[in-house]
């Protein structure tokens, strides 16, 4: 009775463990016959996911039943629970159950307690959490870099990964998605491999294709802050028609203008030390702290806080599927004189 408890607010991360597992379990051949994907959100597919799970798998390879929006750790009723708890002991050693949430598993409900139980003693069975880093948690965005790396069978060192988090934050799809070009183009320069078979992502490589970009997009940055909308409207559109990401670029500039308003804030408060000051934000190199004072300097909270809205509103809107130029453009050029000089 194989359980693979999957949960966390970090989508992308959680996705590729569960295509990792799907890839490694299920006969491509026989997957229509072996893979259900169930809306947890309907009580009824719940209910079908514990019959379904019940039965062995059709040819060759292992069944998957996997359910999305899982309410067996979260929101569990009682009719449900009790068939959990009658299902769980049918199911076959070939057969298994991806239970996938967005939030912690509720500690305190029964169904939680036998799953996890299901789970310690079965050595087929796992519990991940994927969890996304907030802003000011410098470690733990270390942390998710490091483990995408050796998800990749990458080697990377301390100050690469320190800079990929300034190029790219916590976004754990760009990450992914970066790392691999970094690979390939690691891999086109030279056959720099270690005894374990890792290849090696240099400073030299981020700097090259990441922060190049970045830069680019720092530079959008500052002329938003300067209210040059026009300027900046034009650069956004030149880097979008190079190929830059667009999620990467809103992730760069909603990142610049949350330093902003970090650094506005706890100037505000009397608070001098740059160390304190880095650690807080997020930045590994507490020298750009003197950087953003003066570029901040005569710009009040309410216009770095105007700014932030806007960006995080077009993060939204491109998340949403909306033209990213389009997003830019609509939000950017409305009551953009919130963003001049006083």
Known sequence: MPIHLIWGDDYEGSNREIEGIIQTLIDPAWKSFNYSQIDGNDPKQNFRALEEV???P?????RIVLVRRSPFCNACSIELANKLEQ???LIPDNTYLILNNSNKPDKRLKTTKLIQKS???????????????LPWDLNGQRNLVKNIARNLNLKINHATIDLIVESIGSDSSLINTELQKLALLSEASNDN????????????LVEKLIQNNSTNAL??????LQGEIIIALNKIKSLLDSGEPSLRLITTLTGQARGWLWVNLLDSEGNQDVKEIAKLIGIANPKRIFVIRKQIQGKSFEKLLGLMKKLLIIEALIKSGTNPMDAFKDNLLTESKIMTNS
């Open 54 to 56: 019940q039965s062995a």
């Open 58 to 62: 059709l040819g060759n390879g292992n």
């Open 87 to 89: 299902t769980i002991k």
């Open 119 to 133: 789970i310690q003693s079965n050595p087929l069975s796992t519990e991940k959490s994927f969890v996304l880093p």
């Open 193 to 204: 491999l270690n005894t374990n078979g890792e290849q090696e992502i240099t400073k030299n």
């Open 219 to 224: 530079d959008i940055a500052s002329l938003l």
